[in-house]
C-alpha cells in the first residue's frame, strides 16, 4: 500500500488535501512489532512520534518504587510521543505493545521541520495535536478525580 493511501485513512490527517499528504508521505516510515515490544520508553528522549494504525499497547507510568503501572491503553488512530514531540524532553511514560502492530513513525526534527516551513500544515498538523492532548488531560483529570477525598 503506497504511503498516501495510508496517510488517507488516518484520522489525525482527515482535514489535509491531497497536497498536503503529498509533503507528509516521505517523512514516514512503517513500524512494526510484536506483543511485549517497548515502543516508547520511559526517561529516554524520543526521536519519533508515531501513529498506530494495528494493534493495541499500554502506556505505563514508573512509581517511585520502581513498579510500572497502565494509565491507558492505545490502539488503532492513536498518536504516541505527543507530549515530547510539543515539549523536547525525555519520555513521561513508556508504551508497550500488548499485541502484534504496525505504526507509521516520524522522525520528530524532519516532522518539525515540515511544519515550520508550510505554516498552513502546520496549523493544521499541531491543532489536531493539540486536541489529541486536551482530550487525554481531560480523561486523566476524570481518572484523578476519583482519588481526591469527600
Known amino acids: 500500500m503506497r504511503a498516501l493511501d495510508i496517510l488517507e485513512e488516518v484520522s489525525i490527517f482527515s482535514d489535509l488535501t491531497m497536497d498536503e499528504l503529498a509533503l507528509i508521505a516521505p517523512l514516514c516510515r512503517m513500524k512494526e512489532g510484536k506483543a511485549g515490544d517497548c515502543i516508547i520508553q520511559e526517561g529516554?528522549?524520543?526521536?519519533?512520534?508515531?501513529i498506530l494504525l494495528a494493534g493495541h499497547a499500554t502506556v505505563m507510568k514508573?512509581?517511585?518504587?520502581?513498579?510500572?503501572?497502565?494509565?491507558?491503553?492505545?490502539?488503532?488512530?492513536?498518536?504516541?510521543?505527543?507530549?515530547?514531540?510539543f515539549k523536547n524532553t525525555?519520555?513521561?511514560?513508556?508504551?508497550?505493545?500488548?499485541?502484534?502492530?504496525?505504526?507509521?513513525e516520524f522522525n520528530q526534527k524532519d516532522f518539525h521541520h515540515l511544519l515550520d516551513t508550510h505554516p498552513p500544515l502546520g496549523l493544521k498538523i499541531y491543532k489536531k495535536f493539540s486536541r489529541v492532548l486536551s482530550v487525554r488531560i481531560k480523561k486523566r483529570l476524570a481518572q484523578?478525580?476519583?482519588?481526591?477525598?469527600?
Not at 144 to 150: M, S
Open 44 to 50: 529516554e528522549c524520543v526521536e519519533n512520534v508515531y
Open 90 to 104: 525525555p519520555a513521561s511514560a513508556a508504551v508497550q505493545a500488548t499485541t502484534s502492530f504496525k505504526a507509521l
Open 62 to 85: 514508573s512509581r517511585p518504587d520502581g513498579k510500572k503501572v497502565p494509565i491507558d491503553q492505545v490502539g488503532k488512530d492513536d498518536l504516541l510521543g505527543e507530549v515530547t514531540f
Open 144 to 150: 484523578l478525580v476519583e482519588y481526591l477525598p469527600a
